[in-house]
Structures are given as C-alpha cells and as structure tokens.
C-alpha cells in the first residue's frame, strides 16, 4: 500500500494484518482520484471508515485543505495515526475515535469530499448515507466504494447518484450535492 501521487508520493502505507480489514487496492483508489481529481485541492474531507487512513491521506498528499479521518477500532486509528504522521500531514488531519454513524450526529463541520469504504455487507453505507447529506456542502461529492452486487438507491436526502463505476468484485458509487445557484 503506498500513496500514488501528490506531495507524499509513493510514500508506504502501514496496511493492517489479518483478514478482518480489506485495504483498498491501487486500482480502485486510482479510479477514486480520477473520478474526483478536480475536487481534490482546497477541499475539506471526510474519510468515514477510514482503517489505515490511506484515503484521505492521498487526498491530503494531492492537495486538499484538511482530512477528517473516522474509525471505531483503536487499532485501525493507531495504524492511522503513523500514517499520517509518516507522511507529515498532521496539522491537516483530525482522527477521530468513534462509530461513523454517532460521529455524523455531532460533526458540525462541512465537508466537500466524504469517502465511504466501510466492512461489506453490513448495510452500512446506507446507515450513514442517511445522515451525510446535512454534513456535505453545496456543490460537496461523496464516493461510496462496495460489493458489486449492492445496488444503491438514486439519492438520499439532497445527494444525487451522479455514477456508479465496476471494477471486478468492486463498485463505486459516486453522488454530488447540488451547488447553490448564484
């Protein structure tokens, strides 16, 4: 695991042991930052299930303003931490420990980027997707990475499926926020 570009490229990543976590591969987090590479600089982002933090620490490393990393395993967040501290972005990053559905009830900043990679299987995307929109500002795109088989629902709440992608047992589902019009 490695960061692929920006200002921490091909920076190793500490990626957990066992088979309880699934890291994203290179290929999938390729397409990830194609999909939304013009997001990217300024933004502030939310890295919801963030295990290793590999994620938001290659948002961060291609220039976005600040990460917000969630997880509720205290191995994941340690791991996370090194991470992030091995890249030198600790001044952007906040980790934060907690269950990603009770963190959206209290999170009061915006975000113009969520990424969502939680454990398969368990409905969790759908949980948390019904309290994301709130947390997303206008014009704010969030990738939801699953099982092929999931089919997600065209919205939730104020956020519009913008695309759904496939890349072998792997989907990404891409929604966008409205911006404000002027």
């Known amino acids: ?4 570009t920006g200002s ?15 890291p994203t591969s290179d290929l999938v987090k390729e ?8 997001d990217v600089p300024g933004a502030d982002v939310l890295d919801l299930f963030a295990g290793s933090g590999q994620l938001g620490i290659e948002a961060l490393s291609r220039g976005a303003n600040h990460c917000v990393f969630v997880d509720k395993s205290a191995a994941s967040l340690a791991l996370c931490r090194e991470n992030v501290m091995a890249c030198g972005f ?3 990053s906040r980790i934060v420990s907690a269950d990603s559905f009770d963190y959206l009830l209290t999170a009061k900043k915006g975000f113009d980027i969520a990424l969502l ?3 398969y299987s ?3 995307i759908e949980r948390v ?3 994301l929109p709130q947390k997303i500002n206008a014009g704010g795109i969030v990738v939801c990475e699953h099982e092929q088989e999931l089919t997600l629902p065209e919205s939730f709440g104020e956020l519009i499926m913008h695309k759904r992608y496939k890349y072998g047992k792997i989907a990404l589902t ?5 911006a404000e019009e002027e």
């Open 174 to 178: 891409v929604y966008k926020k409205p």
């Open 8 to 22: 921490a490229r091909g920076r190793k990543l500490k990626a957990p042991e066992g088979n309880d976590v699934r």
């Open 129 to 131: 997707m019904e309290r």
């Open 90 to 92: 600790v001044k952007q």
């Open 117 to 119: 990679d939680p454990p």
């Open 31 to 38: 397409a990830i930052y194609s999909i939304i590479q013009f």
């Open 1 to 4: 695991m490695r960061v692929i």
């Open 122 to 124: 368990n409905g969790l």
